[in-house]
């Protein structure tokens, strides 16, 4: 079987795609000929990501249309022309039986020229509320799958399936680890609560600077760890290093975290993040308590994925222009309050799907089984 997947422009469009692969693989580990990939995306974040997998990779050319005004428009047809005639080329020579794709601008040439090759394309939604990118290209798909039924409403209901987000295998694995394995990993100490920060694989700016303006005082009462992301290490560095050394021993900082991205989650009883698609699927199936903010330039989508946690009560919502007053004061109100940490616990664990990545596998398999 020969799969094609595509989707690009953050991590949460591109790690469930990798998660599929692995759990396609091993369903299929028993088949005479095996899975072959290519994987067909943008020259962002996402090629990196797919070529730490080892995954063929080929890069195209795309641009964004919605809300990027006319000088940025007129330029970006051209760029989605070239890409349709790029992605073209790439399919005709790899010659799927199947498109996966997720969200993303890059997504919408890869499958204009899968339609024209009358490819067969599944779609996943990791988002609550899809992009304009994904509602565009669910026309052409024989199945949507979706990470909540709330996402039901925007497409036709006999090519909708709810499947859960997809977790990649190592935050799996590693969500079996207990809280103090976690900890040693980073050589946290033990008897204090431990917050997690992620500012993204390319940073937050306004989240990273509301942590450390009163950093003291969070680490006076609990350990941190705080993914900074690239863009914004070395303002989280001159921070850290600012700090008296008995609280520096508590404040844990890391550009970005791979391989142990797990830990760092087993390690959590509190994370603080935007609300990217990733948090639907990876703090439930850790557990986590979490307060969210959603980035306000993103559209709706952070804001209705936090929302979707925070009415099933599994977060707080803090909103990105209340960060210097809120976040430090919800931080330790919640830490300090037991009875409601336990209670987003249970609440996040009951939308966990572990299954998910499995379930849009067999998805694949059923639509490729249907076009042999």
């Excluded at 940490?341 to 664990?349: F, G, I, P, V, Y």
């Excluded at 059923?366 to 042999?372: I, K, L, M």
Aim: aromatic residues 6%; proline residues 6%.
């Amino acid at each position: 079987m020969r799969v094609a997947l595509c989707g690009g422009g953050t991590g949460g469009h591109v790690y469930p795609l990798l998660a599929v692969r692995s759990a396609l693989s091993a369903l299929e580990h028993d088949s005479p000929d095996g899975v072959e990939w290519l994987f067909i995306g943008g020259r962002g974040i996402e090629q990196s990501l797919v070529q730490r997998e080892s995954v063929p990779y080929r890069a195209i050319s795309g641009g964004g249309l919605h809300g990027v005004g006319l000088l940025k428009a007129i330029p970006n047809v051209a760029r989605l022309s070239l890409g349709v005639a790029q992605a073209g080329r790439a399919l005709a020579s790899f010659k799927p039986h199947v498109l996966l794709a997720t969200g993303g601008f890059i997504t919408i040439p890869v499958v204009l020229a899968a339609a024209a090759r009358r490819t067969p394309l599944v779609v996943y939604l990791p988002d609550i509320e899809p992009a304009l990118s994904v509602r565009f290209i669910g026309r052409f798909a024989e199945r949507v799958t979706a990470t909540a039924e709330a996402s039901q409403a925007y497409f036709r209901p006999r090519q909708f399936v709810e499947t859960g987000y997809p977790v990649r295998q190592g935050l799996a694995e590693q969500a079996k680890l207990g809280p103090s394995a976690a900890r040693a990993r980073f050589g946290i100490p033990q008897g204090r609560p431990t917050v997690l920060v992620i500012g993204g694989s390319r940073g937050a700016r306004s989240l990273n600077r509301a942590v450390i303006a009163r950093v003291a005082d969070l680490l006076r009462q609990a350990n941190l760890i705080h993914i900074s992301g690239s863009g914004e290490w070395a303002e989280v560095q001159a921070a850290r290093a600012a700090l008296p050394e008995d609280l520096q021993a508590h404040y844990h900082a890391f550009p970005y975290l791979h391989e142990e991205m797990g830990a760092a989650f087993a390690a959590a009883d509190l994370v603080v993040s935007r609300s990217g698609a990733s948090t639907l699927g990876e703090f439930p199936l850790f557990g986590l308590p979490s307060i969210l903010v959603p980035y306000p330039h993103a559209w709706r989508y952070q804001k209705v994925n936090a929302d979707y946690l925070a009415r099933r009560g599994a977060a707080v919502v803090v909103r990105d222009e209340a960060l210097l007053d809120e976040l430090h004061p919800t931080m330790l109100n919640l830490l300090g309050d037991e009875v409601s940490l336990n209670h987003m616990r249970q609440s996040a664990r009951a939308l966990a799907r572990p299954a998910a990545a499995q379930a849009i596998a067999e998805a694949v398999i059923q639509t490729v089984r249907r076009h042999s």
